[in-house]
């Protein structure tokens, strides 16, 4: 389903291989990103987004996961590039998640699609939604949802690639300090 909303995404089974050693392949393939989905009993249940070949990775908690059979009235997907949309993605953390987000999907969209693909941050929750714009007439524009639909939560965010270890962590949510106050958010 995520591989759907990439034009120039390829899908590869894991299987056994370790994270360290599929990071390696990757950069010796030029790949720029990889998306890691972790499922427990056929549910995704985390995502882990590496830039490549220098970094950042960030490992995110996934929940309400749509695909786009399970929305009602959705449309089909064309292969046109996406518009990409970050909204409200305001501290410096953000600003880092944010372009790491928005570096998943080309640089140059193709309009004449009109896909919209929006990340949206309220509350240290950051919605995922995939929509086609339609113009009604003149004045009225209406949204069809394509799916899928899902939600992330930021768990840590790593320098360089994957490394648990070794690696560097630039932020990770320690639940003890940071569930203390319900007015201060950190994306």
């Not at 990103?33 to 995110?60: Q, R, W, Y």
């Not at 449309?75 to 518009?83: I, S, V």
């Not at 394509?146 to 992330?152: D, I, K, N, S």
Request: proline residues 3%; hydrophobic residues 30%; aromatic residues 10%.
């Amino acid at each position: 389903a995520v591989v759907s909303t990439q034009s120039t995404g390829e899908y590869v089974k894991r299987g056994k291989v370790d994270m360290k050693d599929l990071v390696k392949q990757s950069i010796e393939k030029d790949y720029t990103d990889i998306i890691v989905i972790n499922e427990d009993m056929k549910k995704p249940n985390s995502i882990i987004v590496c830039h490549l070949p220098e970094g950042p990775t960030a490992t995110f908690r996934l929940s309400s996961v749509r695909l786009k059979k399970q929305l009602k009235r959705h449309g089909n997907a064309t292969t046109h590039r996406p518009e990409v949309i970050l909204n409200n993605f305001k501290t410096r953390l953000g600003h880092s998640v944010g372009r790491m987000l928005g570096s998943l999907f080309h640089f140059d969209p193709e309009f004449r699609g009109r896909n919209v693909v929006t990340f949206h941050n309220q509350r240290d929750f950051i919605f995922f939604r995939r929509h086609r714009y339609v113009f009604k007439n003149n004045t009225r524009v209406g949204l069809q949802e394509l799916g899928p639909r899902l939600t992330l939560k930021l768990r840590r965010l790593q320098k360089g690639t994957f490394d648990t270890t070794g690696g560097e962590y630039e932020w990770y949510y320690n639940h003890k300090q940071m569930d203390v106050s319900r007015r201060s958010f950190f994306l």
